[in-house]
């Protein structure tokens, strides 16, 4: 079945550590993205990539980084994790539709906490 | 510089009556206006874009450009209807992609 899924869907880690939040999808699309949301407040796109080998960094500075060696999977990593970093992470993926306009798909989501 | 505005964080209206989310964006050239919905333990999803022009679960968003707005509406609002709304603005190009801060909608019965 065609989807999104993000591993793990939670994880308490120490301040230090590095860590690598896992999303894959199944939907054939070609762009992909991440975002972060803190409670009550907007999601902030902080990465996206148009496909294999391409990355950029959205409009929220994040410290995070992201690879694209695979269509179907984009994973996020925190080199050395902080309490700053505590937040909720979408992947979401969409079509490489006209214009970059396409309907954004969304995972469920790595709600992290760092001690 | 916000985006999109989203003006209520909380509605809450009686099952029945109209309901009106607002979204209000700032963008300049021509913006794709999106609503997403979060049902409670779900993922975030499509509700409906300006450019289908369609109606989903009753609702409907009309795009007021000569207001900037973006509007969702539903005549008589559902138990079901309860859940977060986001409003979303997508420019020219896949980076620029912004999310209101959300409405949270209940559906008193």
């Known amino acids: 079945e065609a989807d999104i899924y993000q591993t793990p869907r939670y994880l308490v880690i120490g301040t230090g550590k590095k860590i690598t939040l896992e999303c894959s999808q199944t939907?054939?699309?070609?762009?992909m993205y991440w975002y972060q949301q803190d409670p009550g407040m907007e999601l902030h796109l902080i990465h996206y990539s148009y496909g294999v080998n391409s990355t950029e960094k959205g409009d929220l500075s994040s410290e995070s980084t992201v690879s694209r060696i695979r269509t179907e999977h984009f994973p996020l990593t925190l080199e050395s994790a902080r309490p700053s970093h505590t937040s909720q992470y979408l992947c979401a993926s969409s079509r490489f539709g006209t214009g970059g306009r396409d309907t954004q798909y969304f995972g469920p989501g790595t709600r992290l906490t760092v001690l | 510089a916000q985006r999109v505005t989203q003006p209520e964080k909380l509605l809450s209206v009686f099952k029945g009556a109209p309901v009106e989310l607002k979204c209000n964006y700032s963008?300049?050239?021509?913006?794709?206006l999106f609503w997403y919905v979060q049902y409670s333990r779900q993922r975030l999803q499509l509700l409906l874009r300006?450019?289908s022009r369609e109606s989903i679960k009753g609702f409907t968003a009309d795009l007021n450009k000569g207001e900037t707005s973006f509007h969702l509406k539903k005549p008589f609002a559902q138990e079901e209807d309860s859940a977060m709304y986001y409003c979303?603005?997508?420019?020219?190009?896949?980076?620029?992609?912004?999310f209101g801060t959300g409405t949270s909608l209940t559906v008193i019965p």
């Open positions: 963008y300049s050239g021509s913006p794709e």
């Open positions: 939907m054939g699309h070609d762009k």
């Open positions: 979303a603005l997508s420019g020219r190009t896949g980076n620029q992609f912004y």
């Open positions: 300006h450019i």
